[in-house]
């Protein structure tokens, strides 16, 4: 009987672990998107950043306003990615028996996470501001 139970129940325990190593991979996917995404949008906006150190700011007053602008960009991109998920969820669980949709600890550490990633890699692609040489940016455009 031991043995014909473990047989039932291995599918759905298969099936459970191999969403869960989907969704970590599709974690891992948006991580290292929104890190690359936000490290090109900083990168992209180096004469800006010499144009605004020449007339006058901080590099640590640059780097907050950055970061606060990366940060308002992800939490409109997180607010659809969570929008998607539920309503995902909710398809899901109508089509699979015994299926539960995520409950609200794993999205808000699922947002927690992915915002982390955007800020430390908005902090990580301005940190060489301080040594940016200003008058060489101004003159490469």
Same mark, same amino acid.
């Given at each position: 009987?031991?043995?014909?139970?473990?047989?039932?129940?291995?599918?759905?325990?298969?099936?459970?672990?191999?969403?869960?190593?989907?969704?970590?991979?599709?974690?891992? &996917?948006?991580? /290292? %998107?929104?890190?690359?995404?936000?490290?090109?949008?900083?990168?992209?906006?180096?004469?800006?950043?010499?144009?605004? &150190?020449?007339?006058? @700011?901080?590099?640590? $007053?640059? $780097?907050?306003?950055?970061? $606060?602008? %990366? &940060?308002?960009? /992800?939490?409109? %991109?997180?607010?659809?990615?969570?929008? %998607?998920?539920?309503?995902?969820?909710?398809?899901?669980?109508?089509?699979?028996?015994?299926?539960?949709?995520?409950?609200?600890?794993?999205?808000?550490?699922?947002? &927690?996470?992915?915002?982390?990633?955007?800020?430390?890699? /908005?902090?990580?692609?301005?940190?060489?501001?301080?040594?940016?040489?200003?008058?060489?940016?101004?003159? @490469?455009?």
């Amino acid at each position: 009987m031991e043995q014909r139970l473990d047989e039932v129940l291995a599918r759905p325990q298969f099936y459970g672990n191999a969403i869960l190593c989907f969704a970590a991979f599709a974690l891992l &996917l948006a991580v /290292i %998107g929104t890190y690359g995404v936000v490290s090109y949008a900083v990168a992209q906006r180096l004469h800006e950043m010499g144009v605004r &150190l020449a007339l006058g @700011t901080t590099p640590a $007053r640059l $780097r907050v306003q950055l970061l $606060r602008q %990366g &940060l308002l960009t /992800i939490s409109v %991109g997180v607010m659809g990615g969570v929008s %998607g998920g539920i309503l995902t969820g909710r398809f899901l669980e109508s089509l699979v028996d015994g299926a539960k949709p995520a409950n609200t600890m794993t999205y808000a550490a699922s947002v &927690l996470f992915i915002a982390m990633t955007a800020a430390s890699g /908005i902090w990580v692609a301005t940190r060489p501001i301080a040594r940016l040489d200003i008058m060489e940016i101004l003159r @490469t455009e």
